[in-house]
């Protein structure tokens, strides 16, 4: 995949619930490199070798994330994108609405994850979309494989803007997708 393509997606409604304490969907550390403020408990960061840096913005006025990255793929054993993120601690649930995922490469994708670290070999759940398709998609162990036989497609010709949802209880994941959020 071609990493110095830079991608842009843009979110809504977007929210993470923590069934302790703490909140969030995704590892903890890091800080914001993009070019705008994050709200409070908010962090974005580049995950893996990047060919351009990420960044991530929040737009008070229209409550919208938008988040531009590169990189070459969230698959194999290594990845490579720009992920915004809160912590989480324990159970949880994040729910975004994708609005638009501009259609650089076939791969290019947007979506919910929750990871265990920043690492780019980390173990991680995921739900996301692209331009024609859906995918749950995780890593079970650290280093281990991301691609077709860890997880499945959900099928294909969609139309943005569509909500996804990630769950976290304990070790069990459970993602759901929906053209209108119910």
């Not at 501009?102 to 920043?118: D, N, P, S, Y």
């Not at 024609?132 to 803007?161: D, K």
């Amino acid at each position: 995949h071609d990493n110095i393509q830079s991608n842009t997606s843009t979110f809504d409604n977007l929210s993470v619930t923590s069934g302790s304490t703490g909140g969030g969907g995704g590892g903890g550390g890091g800080g914001n490199q993009g070019f705008c403020t994050l709200p409070n408990g908010w962090n974005s960061q580049d995950i893996g070798n990047v060919g351009l840096p990420g960044a991530s913005c929040y737009d008070d006025s229209t409550e919208t994330f938008a988040i531009a990255a590169s990189g070459e793929d969230i698959w194999g054993n290594e990845d490579s994108f720009h992920y915004l993120y809160q912590e989480l601690d324990g159970n949880g649930v994040i729910i975004a609405k994708i609005d638009d995922i501009e259609q650089t490469h076939q791969f290019a994708k947007g979506g919910v994850m929750i990871r265990e670290k920043l690492d780019a070999g980390s173990r991680h759940a995921m739900l996301v979309l692209n331009q024609t398709q859906r995918a749950f998609q995780y890593r079970m162990e650290e280093n281990g494989v991301t691609g077709p036989e860890s997880g499945s497609w959900l099928g294909e010709n969609i139309e943005h803007p569509y909500w996804v949802k990630l769950e976290r209880t304990g070790n069990n994941f459970a993602g759901y997708i929906s053209p209108d959020g119910n």
